[in-house]
């Protein structure tokens, strides 16, 4: 069975870790031989299965003291000496800065690379540093991972041709949940508290749609960025008075009983990857409404007026009326949350598995018959 070697920067509670996590436990439970190579420990990671095996790639010792280049020089050398020394039959590097290393590491090895894309590029994939590594580097990856065609659009044609958009799977806790017999007059956001949500404008439009429905309160659930995020809605909170109708829910583990039967999910992000919080809220059968936020991400699973309403981004009236209109027209919010749970159907664990496996099976026989 082949080995195959994840490389990331560690696997704190992230997206791309928590991808990484499950992909890398799936793997190993299907017989393959799964190393995630890691540039470090964090406190509060992913748990992997026993059959994974974590190895650190990173810094040594004293390391910490050189020049910021010398310490990039000298993790590309210890992840090259560990490919050397392992052998995978692939190497998938996440998230930007590991893929340059992965990319840099194997030159010369012969071993395929898949890298995966996490992110919007636009403004994460654009420094100056960017623009040298990506002509250089990139042509040398021998598939490519995104999770929207926008973001595959951003880079050259021939990173998307050897490229597939492959969705993050969504967690089973969230499928299959029975629909509420009567939904609660709350509109509910999960994700961190962060500036990029734009969680502000999602107060401001609130506090004009409780002034048209006083029975209907907001909920927001997510943790603490530490950006200053977080003082900026309790600031708009007592600019509006509105503490008894607008609450900060902190983080929760089980957000899909406290989801469940909210009127309607509301997602005003100004950019994202793709939105695990959203795909969640379809897979529960919620009425959304959504920004249609660059990369993509919420343009890629779902339809206007389908399944969900897509708004523009940082347009507050017309997340106003969106949340109206699903109030309003309970017919409309029950048909678009119904046809919603059908994202199910194609980001379960086990679809978005078969995905992976298959493209990393064919990049991997292609690499063999090439050599």
Request: charged share 30%; net charge neutral.
């Amino acid at each position: 069975m082949r080995k195959i070697v994840f490389h990331l920067n560690c696997l704190e509670q992230g997206g791309a870790e928590r991808v990484v996590t499950n992909l890398a436990n799936q793997f190993a439970q299907e017989g393959y031989q799964v190393i995630i190579a890691t540039e470090w420990y964090g406190e509060n990671e992913f748990q992997i299965d026993s059959k994974v095996r974590r190895i650190h790639v990173g810094l040594r010792e004293g390391d910490e003291r050189k020049h910021r280049l010398v310490q990039f020089m000298l993790r590309v050398k210890y992840l090259r000496k560990f490919l050397k020394e392992e052998k995978p039959d692939i190497l998938i590097p996440f998230a930007r800065k590991a893929l340059y290393r992965g990319l840099m590491a194997a030159y010369f090895i012969k071993i395929p690379v898949l890298i995966s894309i996490r992110t919007d590029p636009a403004g994460h994939y654009e420094e100056w540093s960017d623009r040298i590594q990506i002509p250089v580097l990139f042509p040398r990856a021998d598939g490519c991972v995104f999770q929207t065609e926008g973001a595959r659009e951003f880079f050259a044609p021939r990173l998307q041709d050897c490229s597939r958009i492959i969705l993050n799977p969504i967690h089973d806790k969230y499928i299959g949940v029975p629909a509420p017999e009567k939904r609660s007059k709350t509109v509910v956001q999960s994700g961190r508290l962060v500036d990029f949500k734009n969680q502000p404008m999602l107060i401001r439009a609130f506090v004009n749609v409780h002034a048209k429905h006083p029975d209907y309160d907001l909920k927001i659930y997510g943790g603490d960025s530490f950006d200053g995020t977080k003082e900026i809605l309790e600031g708009l909170i007592e600019e509006f008075q509105a503490q008894n109708y607008i609450h900060l829910m902190g983080a929760s583990d089980n957000l899909e009983k406290k989801l469940a039967d909210a009127a309607l999910f509301a997602f005003t992000s100004d950019w994202e990857g793709l939105p695990n919080a959203l795909m969640e809220a379809m897979a529960l059968g919620l009425p959304i409404v959504a920004t249609d936020c660059p990369c993509g991400g919420p343009r890629t699973i779902m339809t206007h007026e389908e399944d969900g309403l897509l708004i523009p981004i940082k347009d507050q009236q017309a997340l106003e009326e969106g949340i109206n209109r699903l109030i309003e027209d309970p017919a409309l919010a029950e048909r678009l949350g119904s046809r919603a749970r059908r994202i199910a159907g194609r980001a379960n664990g086990e679809a978005v598995f078969a995905q992976w496996r298959d493209y990393i099976e064919e990049l991997c026989v292609k690499y063999d018959r090439g050599r």
